[in-house]
């Protein structure tokens, strides 16, 4: 009899069912749907050639000795292999979990394509505390990606570190950023950390006609391993910068090293400044936050800020605040690894750098044309899906 605190795999797969339809169940613990849409999507863009409601593959696997219950879904392998980091965090049921990874990983198809990289988008989520991650449960996980035969390629995100990818990489050779031997050799976060400063300073001078950050008033919200080198940088470039973060135990000693001011994350958007930069977790950007925004920019390195995209870009436009699109600021890391699984890309110092220029871009047709910024993103995206696909 199963423990009281212990997953009931029986209980996932009857809600994701309930969620996705019918399953495919592949093995014992593995279960598949194909060509899902997103329960209780947004819609919208059905039958665009970016549809983010709409995904090609949604694995489920569930690993009894180390408890690991995971999701993977592959959004779009039009443009090439799906690509994208592992989340691992303690979401509150596997439905919440489902609507993350679904559009976690359309986030990422939507990254590749603006950033001009031939790669697909996917993602994965880990149900669990990743304070309490087992390597057990890293090695269930990479033989779950094993499984998919090259569907999927992983990395790190939110929850998962360079010191996890080792333990995954010996039981798949789907992971970016390594060597053959086994050994890491790429980041994701620090060329994440470069793309957000160049969008930044492409939004300041489209705003201010000045891309400099010095004296700048930027709110850094959440200082993980891409927010925390944001502060950093943009303090060592001159900005007037204020941290945050839901654990005061990283931001204090942050704000102490760099001279920053340390605020209360309760009212961080708010705060009077130039900039707004959300690092950490997706949904900031809504209905009650944004009428609540005294920035003129928004740009961060944070995935899904928006948490209706593009409703709230259109209620940002209409506060007449410049929102660097999330995903192609924050393409960085994604074009480091994803060169190497793209053929005939140009270089990822030149990619990288590109960034800025995109931004600039699409800030001025938005400008231009009356539509928000995610709007103008979106459209390109189409343009390079269709062409991909023939359509
Ligand atoms: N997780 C990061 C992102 O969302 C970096 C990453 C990109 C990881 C591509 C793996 C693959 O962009």
Redesign the pocket.
Same mark, same amino acid.
């Given at each position: 009899m199963a423990t009281t605190d212990a997953p009931d795999p029986l209980d996932d797969r009857l809600a994701l069912e309930g969620l996705l339809g019918q399953a495919e169940q592949l093995d014992e613990h593995l279960l598949r749907w194909t060509s899902t849409r997103l329960p209780g999507g947004q819609g919208g863009r059905s039958g665009r050639p970016y549809d983010p409601d709409r995904h090609e593959a949604v694995y489920y696997h569930h690993d009894p000795p180390s408890r690991l219950r995971a999701l993977i879904a592959v959004h779009s392998s039009v443009l090439g292999p799906a #690509?994208?980091? $592992?989340?691992w965090q303690p979401y509150a049921d596997i439905g919440e979990a489902l609507t993350d990874v679904l559009r #976690?990983s359309a $986030?990422?198809t939507a990254?590749m394509a603006v950033s001009g990289l031939d790669?697909g988008g996917g993602?994965a989520v880990i149900i669990g505390d990743a304070a309490t991650k087992t390597p057990e449960q890293l090695a269930a996980y990479g033989r779950f990606v094993e499984r998919l035969g090259g569907r999927y390629?992983?990395?790190?995100?939110?929850g998962t570190t360079l010191d996890d990818l080792p333990l995954i990489a010996a039981h798949t050779s789907r992971v970016?950023?390594m060597s053959p031997a086994g050994e890491v050799v790429k980041d994701?976060?620090e060329p994440?950390v470069r793309t957000v400063l160049h969008g930044m300073r492409a939004s300041l001078k489209a705003v201010f006609g000045d891309g400099s950050l010095a004296r700048r008033r930027i709110v850094v919200i959440g200082v993980g391993k891409v927010g925390g080198e944001v502060a950093r940088r943009a303090a060592a470039e001159g900005a007037n910068v204020a941290v945050t973060d839901l654990y005061d135990e990283i931001a204090a000693p942050l704000a102490s090293e760099i001279g920053a001011e340390h605020v209360a994350l309760d009212g961080a958007y708010a705060q009077p400044c130039d900039v707004i930069s959300p690092n950490a977790l997706g949904g900031v950007l809504n209905s009650s936050t944004i009428p609540e925004l005294r920035c003129r920019i928004v740009c961060g390195g944070a995935?899904n800020q928006l948490l209706r995209d593009p409703a709230d870009a259109d209620l940002l436009a209409e506060r007449g605040i410049a929102y660097a699109p999330d995903?192609v600021v924050?393409?960085?890391?994604?074009i480091l690894?994803?060169v190497d699984y793209a053929t005939g890309s140009a270089s990822p110092e030149d990619m990288l750098e590109r960034v800025g220029a995109t931004t600039l871009d699409l800030l001025r047709v938005s400008q231009r044309e009356g539509i928000s910024t995610a709007e103008a993103a979106l459209r390109s995206i189409d343009a390079r899906l269709a062409g991909a696909s023939g359509g």
């Open positions: #690509l994208g980091g $592992a989340r #976690l $986030a990422m990254k790669c993602k390629v992983t990395g790190t995100d939110v970016v950023g994701t976060a994440t995935n995903y924050n393409a960085g890391g994604a690894v994803g």
